[in-house]
């Protein structure tokens, strides 16, 4: 009797361990499910905070680029100024300027590398050159043609492609960015010109809601507020623009 009691206690208490050992492991098993999951969103979150200071470090370097195409006193040191300003017909030109017989870049050199265009995230519509890469989806640029306005003026995007030169360019993702207050810095009225456009395909040309200021002249749509979108970061060239506030947008924090 006494022999048969102490075993049913020792059993018993044999199998509380083995319980207890196997709550206990089955609870480690969801605490470090747990952290892999904030790990993998903290990565996740991480890598898209590159790729968006990404986007604005290249929209940005494309923005200042055209504007310098459009400026009949840009030139560098060993080339001779332009006699004339011709529209941008394609990014690719900023690489070398075609209408100059001395070599004359817009961009640093690397915007001429050629890409994988076998990347899972665009194939099988990839960027062929990084010049032509949206970081954020690693498709081509929205393309936004127009004309330059006069100085003081901004430019005005076109309602036909016949002719119109590339005045900006704008992200193919609808993806809701991180950042999306540009205040006191070069990019606050970014796009302004195109504020309410429809994203339309890569090489064509966006179509203008229109509005009217005080007096009832029609003009684009104010932008205002937050941009929701990376399609509405719109590097338009602006000859107006201040350089240096484009790197005080880029370095701020996120």
Same mark, same amino acid.
């Given at each position: 009797?006494?022999?048969?009691?102490?075993?049913?206690?020792?059993?018993?208490?044999?199998?509380?361990?083995?319980?207890?050992?196997?709550?206990?492991?089955?609870?480690?098993?969801?605490?470090?499910?747990?952290?892999?999951?904030?790990?993998?969103?903290?990565?996740?979150?991480?890598?898209?905070?590159?790729?968006?200071?990404?986007?604005?470090?290249?929209?940005?370097?494309?923005?200042?680029?055209?504007?310098?195409?459009?400026?009949?006193?840009?030139?560098?040191?060993?080339?001779?100024?332009? +006699? $004339?300003?011709?529209?941008?017909?394609?990014? =690719?030109?900023?690489?070398?300027?075609?209408? &100059?017989? /001395? @070599?004359?870049?817009?961009?640093?050199?690397?915007?001429?590398?050629?890409?994988?265009?076998?990347?899972?995230?665009?194939?099988?519509?990839?960027?062929?050159?990084?010049?032509?890469?949206?970081?954020?989806?690693?498709?081509?640029?929205?393309?936004?043609?127009?004309?330059?306005?006069?100085?003081?003026?901004?430019?005005?995007?076109?309602?036909?492609?016949?002719?119109?030169?590339?005045?900006?360019?704008?992200?193919?993702?609808?993806?809701?960015?991180?950042?999306?207050?540009?205040?006191?810095?070069?990019?606050?009225?970014?796009?302004?010109?195109?504020?309410?456009?429809?994203? +339309? $395909?890569?090489?064509?040309?966006?179509?203008? =809601?229109?509005?009217?200021?005080?007096?009832? &002249?029609? /003009? @684009?749509?104010?932008?205002?507020?937050?941009?929701?979108?990376?399609?509405?970061?719109?590097?338009?060239?602006?000859?107006?623009?201040?350089?240096?506030?484009?790197?005080?947008?880029?370095?701020?924090?996120?």
């Amino acid at each position: 009797m006494g022999v048969s009691l102490v075993r049913s206690r020792v059993t018993i208490t044999s199998l509380n361990r083995n319980g207890f050992t196997f709550l206990a492991v089955i609870f480690m098993v969801m605490i470090i499910g747990i952290m892999l999951g904030l790990t993998g969103e903290s990565w996740k979150t991480i890598m898209k905070r590159e790729r968006e200071k990404e986007l604005l470090f290249r929209g940005s370097q494309i923005k200042e680029a055209i504007e310098n195409w459009y400026n009949p006193k840009y030139t560098v040191p060993g080339v001779p100024p332009r +006699t $004339a300003v011709h529209p941008l017909m394609d990014l =690719k030109d900023l690489l070398q300027d075609p209408y &100059t017989l /001395t @070599p004359l870049r817009y961009l640093p050199h690397n915007y001429a590398t050629e890409l994988d265009d076998k990347n899972p995230k665009c194939a099988p519509n990839c960027a062929k050159l990084k010049v032509y890469q949206d970081p954020m989806t690693g498709k081509e640029w929205t393309i936004i043609r127009g004309t330059m306005g006069a100085p003081g003026q901004s430019p005005t995007v076109s309602a036909s492609a016949q002719g119109a030169g590339i005045i900006g360019v704008a992200s193919q993702s609808d993806e809701k960015p991180l950042k999306t207050d540009f205040k006191d810095t070069a990019l606050e009225n970014m796009g302004i010109t195109a504020a309410a456009t429809t994203p +339309t $395909a890569p090489g064509t040309v966006p179509q203008v =809601k229109m509005g009217t200021d005080q007096t009832g &002249t029609p /003009t @684009p749509a104010a932008l205002g507020g937050k941009m929701t979108k990376y399609s509405e970061w719109k590097f338009i060239a602006d000859p107006t623009n201040d350089h240096s506030k484009i790197y005080r947008a880029y370095h701020e924090s996120w």
